[in-house]
């Protein structure tokens, strides 16, 4: 049953002469998840549990097209910053349960971009050149040592906008 009466606000707490009331706000770094690896300890492929942003990321780059890729290159990159365990990670030469899924997930996140940094069109190209950037950030090393492909198309941009001027 619906009730008729009109919502109000609360009342906000009297304010003194020449203050503006600001709510206090609960802190959330409870609900951020701790980022920083333990002093002794090399996390692997397999002792890690897959990021729910690295399957957002995933599906928003499959999903979207690619003329709206740029401007959702904020949000994709915030994405990628959140992925630092995978993406910083030592791959595991025997996969297990859990690291097979991270491998496929970044696998398939480094076909995509390394696809749309090969493709004709410009926004692909510049929203891939974001998400390199921001993957190698992110990685590290790691990351490094597996964007050889990534390095040879970038290399290959610049060559043709050297030539075009």
């Known amino acids: 049953m619906l009730d008729n009466r009109k919502w109000r606000p609360a009342a906000l707490p009297a ?6 009331y600001i709510p206090k706000r ?17 996390q692997t492929a397999a002792t890690m549990s897959v990021p729910p942003e690295l399957h957002l990321l995933c ?16 949000l994709l990159v915030g994405y990628v910053f959140r992925c630092s365990a995978p993406l910083s990670a030592v791959p595991e030469a025997k996969a297990k349960d859990k690291s097979s899924e991270v491998s496929v997930l970044l696998h398939k996140l480094r076909t995509h971009i390394n696809t749309l940094l ?13 998400l390199i950037k921001a993957v190698i950030d992110v990685g590290g090393w790691e990351s490094l040592r597996q964007s050889e492909s990534w390095i040879r198309g970038l290399i290959s941009i610049l060559q043709v906008s050297l030539s075009m001027s």
């Not at 304010?15 to 503006?20: M, Y």
């Not at 780059?61 to 890729?69: E, R």
């Not at 410009?122 to 050149?129: H, Q």
């Open 15 to 20: 304010a003194e002469e020449g203050k503006i």
């Open 26 to 42: 609960k802190s959330i770094k409870h609900l951020l998840p701790d980022l920083r690896l333990r002093k002794h300890s090399v």
């Open 59 to 74: 599906r928003k780059l499959t999903s979207t097209p690619v003329d709206d890729l740029p401007r959702l290159c904020p």
């Open 118 to 130: 090969n493709g004709r069109n410009p926004a692909g190209r510049f929203s891939a050149i974001c």
